[in-house]
């Protein structure tokens, strides 16, 4: 099954602690994205990656980091997370099925995250 | 820069009324690509349609349907007979084409359909 997985689901951290969402897709899409979701504001993208060892800021990159080493896994990095980072987090990867197309939008199932 | 606005923050409705949700998108792309998701209260995205900038033509798909307007660049989505199950917040989301994978969504509309 066609699918972007995300762990952990939820996670409730306290602030400086360091963590990892991972995100991994099995289709063998060259972009992947993350997003963050915020009440009125809808759903930001954060950063996205266009190939292996290809990545570049979206519009609220501020407080993250991202790698992708391998095609299928996009994780996303707060290395000192804050308050402000509560947050609902979405990865997504798309491909783009012709080469004048949109692209074909792939969501994970989000990962509810809460700095205290 | 691309921007979409959704007005409407939250709408409740009863069962079987209709309800119209308004999404107003800015872009300067000539080629662009609408779309509208629903966000179960479980949370995951649920893709519905895309709708492509060259392409006006309005469509229904069981009590859904969809009006399109490049003239007032509005992409406005309707649920004909709500059902409780419609309840959910709704998010309409521009691409464009030079812009390449990314997706501009409006602040979402939340739908409350009481019985």
């Known amino acids: 099954e066609a699918q972007v997985t995300q762990n952990p689901r939820y996670l409730i951290t306290v602030t400086g602690k360091k963590l990892t969402v991972t995100c991994s897709q099995n289709?063998?899409?060259?972009?992947m994205s993350w997003y963050r979701q915020d009440p009125g504001l809808g759903l930001r993208q954060i950063y996205y990656?266009?190939?292996?060892?290809?990545?570049d800021k979206g519009d609220v990159p501020e407080g993250y980091k991202v790698s992708r080493k391998e095609k299928r896994n996009f994780p996303l990095i707060l290395e000192s997370p804050s308050p402000n980072q509560t947050s609902l987090y979405f990865c997504?990867?798309?491909?783009?099925?012709?080469?004048?197309?949109?692209?074909?939008?792939?969501f994970g199932p989000g990962t509810r995250l809460t700095v205290t | 820069a691309q921007k979409v606005t959704q007005a409407q923050t939250e709408i409740s409705v009863v069962e079987k009324e209709d309800v119209t949700l308004d999404c107003v998108y800015e872009t300067r792309d000539t080629t662009y690509y609408l779309f509208w998701y629903k966000q179960p209260p479980s949370g995951e995205l649920v893709f519905l349609i895309r709708r492509n900038s060259f392409d006006e033509q309005n469509e229904i798909s069981g009590r859904y349907s969809w009006n399109f307007q490049k003239s007032t660049s509005s992409f406005n989505f309707t649920i004909t007979a709500s059902q409780v199950v419609d309840s959910a917040v709704y998010f309409c989301a521009l691409s464009e084409h030079a812009a390449g994978n990314k997706l501009t969504f409006g602040g979402g509309t939340r739908v409350l359909v009481k019985p």
């Open positions: 990656s266009m190939n292996v060892e290809v990545t």
């Open positions: 289709m063998n899409h060259e972009y």
């Open positions: 997504a990867s798309s491909f783009r099925p012709g080469p004048r197309s949109y692209y074909e939008q792939y």
